[in-house]
């Protein structure tokens, strides 16, 4: 829960968030145990000093942990995370040859801990960023914009890796952006954007050293592993009509150092014994190979009837995503599949209701020691009422996911063999805002 307190043209957001969980792995009918408390705080200013009109700062704090136990309740793993993050934002409206400005800092604080079982697979490790960053947009024509970024980053990572020999590893990744968007006509926007981003390894890539049972592997990172970079290009289009609206893209990446678990073939027991064939663990190690991305997505929704009582519509929704590591190193690991969909939504003042039909294609261009997935079609809908005219923010909302109750498999997950994603699942719910 949470609210805004609003003073003139400032306003105050707080929030905490508290959340419970507990699931079972039909694998082999452990439980996870899940906790997480997050408290949000959010202010914006309006300054109005010469060219700087808003002052926004944001901030955060979590508190995570799940525990991994037996079915008779045994505490197996325990897995904590604590972070905090913070930024600061300022916007400037047009000046020189700028219609915008949009420039702050930012700072993260993460600190990792395992206990149980779970401290063979990561010891503690605590990671801290500290970044800047600029956007800007100037016009070149009445219908012509240019947007262009900028992040620099400062990445410390400290852990114990696989040696037992603590380290810290200092990472400055540098992202920049360029694009146009081109305003056809007054429908129809298209765009085209470059970009060359990084990012630093995250602490399990380069300091994972051992058995992790959610997944069912064994996992070793890298300490030596590098800035991952991927310079993109990307083709975008809106369309935007007083019955329809289109949104599609294609795009394409390079990506120099791309960091990824790569499964072996072979099995480990606890200790980290792996040999090919028999049962156990899934040998995974974090490594680094150039890759190629390619891809293209987009949604539709059409009126096809609108009145004083509703108004109906028709949804389509696509896409797809292909990438191959370079040389002959095969396909990337873990590439979600293709996807198409389609469904019907009912909107008015006291009703809301809708499908969605959505096909799930096989994956079948797998990477080494990779299994294929089947592909599978999922129903889901929902619907919601609105009984009080005078509050409308009360709702009762009957939602349903894969009313099919097919059999689905998570193509991404490394335990995928061995549990499926959840079946039929109704749900009634009841809303209300203040």
């Known amino acids: 829960g949470g609210g805004s307190y609003f003073f003139g043209q400032n306003h105050i957001g707080v929030g905490v968030v508290h959340y419970d969980a507990k699931y079972g792995i039909p694998s082999d009918d452990t439980y996870i145990d899940m906790r997480q408390t997050k408290e949000l705080l959010r202010s914006s200013f309006a300054i109005d000093a010469g060219h700087l009109k808003t002052l926004t700062l944001e901030g955060g704090y979590g508190d995570y942990q799940h525990s991994e136990k037996s079915p008779e309740g045994e505490v197996l793993s325990t897995f904590l995370v604590k972070e905090w993050d913070s930024r600061a934002e300022l916007l400037f409206d047009a000046f020189g040859p700028f219609s915008g400005i949009a420039t702050g800092i930012q700072a993260q604080h993460k600190s990792f801990s395992a206990l149980g079982d779970g401290a063979n697979y990561l010891l503690p490790t605590t990671t801290k960023s500290a970044a800047g960053f600029i956007f800007a947009e100037a016009p070149l024509s009445p219908s012509l914009r240019l947007q262009s970024g900028a992040r620099v980053e400062h990445v410390t990572a400290d852990g114990t890796p696989i040696s037992l020999i603590a380290t810290s590893q200092s990472y400055t990744p540098v992202s920049l952006s360029a694009g146009v968007v081109y305003d056809a006509t007054d429908t129809l926007r298209l765009g085209l954007t470059a970009s060359s981003a990084a990012r630093a390894p995250a602490q399990t890539e380069l300091y994972a050293r051992g058995p992790h049972d959610g997944p069912q592997t064994f996992e070793t990172g890298d300490p030596n592993l590098r800035i991952e970079r991927a310079n993109s290009l990307e083709g975008t289009l809106r369309l935007r009509h007083e019955t329809y609206k289109v949104e599609g893209s294609v795009w394409g990446a390079k990506f120099k150092n791309y960091i990824y678990g790569a499964v072996t073939g072979r099995n480990c027991d606890e200790e980290g014994n792996c040999v090919f064939g028999g049962e156990g663990l899934k040998e995974l190690n974090y490594s680094q190979s150039d890759a190629t ?142």
Do not use: C
Request: charged share 20%; glycine share 12%; proline share 4%.
């Open 293 to 434: 991305f390619y891809g293209a997505e987009g949604k539709a929704s059409i009126q096809l009837r609108t009145s004083a009582a509703g108004t109906l519509e028709a949804k389509l929704m696509a896409d797809y995503v292909r990438a191959k590591l370079g040389g002959d190193a095969g396909n990337v690991p873990r590439i979600p599949p293709y996807h198409v969909g389609a469904g019907l939504n009912w909107q008015s003042a006291r009703f809301d209701g809708g499908f969605l039909v959505k096909y799930t294609g096989a994956h079948t261009q797998t990477a080494t020691a990779e299994t294929d997935t089947g592909g599978f079609v999922s129903l889901d809908a929902n619907f919601g009422w609105r009984p009080l005219a005078a509050n409308p923010q009360f709702e009762i909302a009957l939602i349903g996911r894969n009313l099919s109750d097919t059999t689905q498999r998570n193509s991404v997950a490394l335990n995928k063999d061995v549990v499926v994603l959840p079946g039929r699942d109704i749900r009634l719910l009841f809303r209300a805002g203040f």
